[in-house]
C-alpha cells in the first residue's frame, strides 16, 4: 500500500508536469498579469514538477525530493490563492477554486508521508 501511494503522487505530479505544456494557456491565465515570463515560468515549473517526481521514485533521493516538493508546493499556493478570490477569470465553479487550497496542504502532508518509504 506504501508503494502504491508513492507511486500515485509520483504520477500525479508527472501529469500535473506535462499539463503544463498541454494547457499553457491555462496555466499562464492563472498567474496575475504583472507577473514577468509567464509562459516561461509554466513551463519551467512544469519542467521541475516532472524531475521532482522521478527524484521521488529514485530511492537515494527520496527524502530530500519529498521535502523539495513540499516546498515547491508551499511555494505555488499563492497562485492557487490569487484563482480562488479571482474565481471569474476561469471556467472553473468558484467552490471548486476554493476547495482546491485545502488539498495543497493534503498533498504536502501526502509526499512527506511517501518521502520516508525506502
Excluded: C
Excluded at 38 to 63: D, F, H, M, N, Q
Amino acid at each position: 500500500m506504501k508503494k502504491i501511494a508513492l507511486y500515485v503522487f509520483a504520477i500525479l505530479f508527472i501529469l500535473a508536469g506535462i499539463s503544463h505544456f498541454a494547457l499553457e494557456p491555462f496555466f499562464t491565465g492563472a498567474m496575475p498579469d504583472w507577473v514577468p515570463f509567464r509562459p516561461a515560468i509554466v513551463y519551467i515549473s512544469g519542467v521541475i514538477e516532472i524531475l521532482l517526481a522521478i527524484g521521488l521514485l529514485y530511492k537515494p533521493t527520496r527524502r530530500k525530493v519529498g521535502i523539495l516538493i513540499a516546498i515547491f508546493l508551499v511555494l505555488i499556493f499563492p497562485v492557487n490563492i490569487y484563482m480562488a478570490v479571482e474565481p471569474e477569470q476561469y471556467s472553473i465553479p468558484a467552490f471548486a477554486l476554493w476547495l482546491r487550497l485545502p488539498l495543497q496542504f493534503v498533498l504536502i502532508w501526502w509526499v512527506l508521508k511517501v518521502r520516508k518509504f525506502i
